[in-house]
T-cell receptor, first 115, second 120 residues
């Protein structure tokens, strides 16, 4: 079955420290991977995606993610966290099922950046 | 570019009434729109895939007679929650796939801001 796992419900990090939000996936074929951020009572905002090419993908707001095929992971990272980065983060994979493309989302990781 | 809007942003209705939620792609054409439901502190659950000019494809366990989806044009899809009950209270999010993004194979989706439905 195609799936996405975000093993941490919450990640706490001090402002200015590096942050990592973990994501692993299981999908048939080449994975198309995405990270989204959600603020309270808002929709999802696109951060970055991996389709092909360099394993290190740079996205919005200083975020980046590293695609690791052997570990089937796509961890989100940022060198220096800001309090304003506190939000809910979703990893997603595009899967081809029943003749159409769908996004499968992880359960989300709440990031809390402490001042 | 690639803006998706939803209307209303929040709605309160009485049990037994129907509520319509609109999803519009403002600056691109979307042959496919998706409707998701999100419970508090949970992930997004895909409810249905809506294709312009044809019937929506519902995910397993989603009642098609309760959640009516219409995708009449390349920029508008509507979700109608019929005979709403308190358990239908949730955050509903739509997304639209840019017709143009399919050429690059990315099939990127753009998400609306969501609609919070509260049924009393």
């Amino acid at each position: 079955a195609q799936s996405v796992a975000q093993p941490e419900d919450q990640v706490n990090v001090a402002e200015g420290n590096p942050l990592t939000v973990k994501c692993t996936y299981s999908v048939s074929g080449n994975p198309y991977l995405f990270w989204y951020v959600q603020y309270p009572n808002r929709g999802l905002q696109f951060l970055l995606k991996y389709i092909t090419g360099d394993n290190l993908v740079k996205g919005s707001y200083g975020f980046e993610a590293e695609f690791n095929k052997s570990q089937t992971s796509f961890h989100l990272k940022k060198p220096s966290a800001l309090v304003s980065d506190s939000a809910l983060y979703f990893c997603a994979v595009r899967a081809h099922t029943s003749g159409t493309y769908k996004y499968i989302f992880g359960t989300g990781t709440r990031l809390k950046v402490l001042a | 570019g690639a803006v998706v809007s939803q209307h209303p942003s929040w709605v309160i209705c009485k049990s037994g009434t129907s509520v319509k939620i609109e999803c519009r792609s403002l600056d691109f054409q979307a042959t496919t729109m998706f409707w998701y439901r999100q419970f508090p502190k949970q992930s997004l659950m895909l409810m249905a895939t809506s294709n312009e000019g044809s019937k929506a494809t519902y995910e397993q366990g989603v009642e098609k007679d309760k959640f009516l989806i219409n995708h009449a044009s390349l920029t508008l899809s509507t979700l109608t929650v019929t005979s709403a009950h308190p358990e239908d209270s949730s955050f509903y999010i739509c997304s639209a796939r840019d017709l143009g993004s399919g050429r690059g194979g990315t099939y990127e989706q753009y998400f609306g801001p969501g609609t919070r439905l509260t049924v009393t």
